[in-house]
């Protein structure tokens, strides 16, 4: 498994030219094995989004709920893991 950068995955997801063909072929290799992002390319995304300095296709939650590799939890099962191991900080 691969980890995309944030920039990397959303190129990759709305076929922007900015992915150039090195990045296409690795991606394209990586892919069975599995591509996976960073939490904190969610909120990037999410924040890009909310100062509208990025338009998506979707709304942002319907974008972000789409993972890369449906082995991986949703992010409302990695908020609702979050909110149970903080309770128990608390």
């Known amino acids: ?3 995309l950068d944030t ?4 190129w990759w997801v709305s076929n922007n030219s ?3 063909p ?5 991606i394209a290799q990586h892919q069975s094995d599995g591509l996976g992002i960073s939490i904190i390319s ?6 890009a989004v909310e100062t509208k300095g990025l338009q998506l296709t979707l709304p942002v939650e319907d974008w972000l709920n ?5 082995s991986l ?6 908020e609702a893991e979050l ?3 903080l309770k128990g900080e608390l």
């Open 73 to 78: 939890p949703s992010i409302e099962e990695i």
């Open 18 to 20: 900015r992915l150039n």
């Open 83 to 85: 909110s149970r191991d």
């Open 1 to 3: 498994m691969i980890i």
């Open 66 to 70: 789409s993972p890369l590799d449906r």
């Open 42 to 47: 969610c909120w990037e995304i999410a924040k």
């Open 22 to 26: 090195t990045q296409e072929s690795h």
């Open 7 to 10: 920039h990397i995955w959303i």
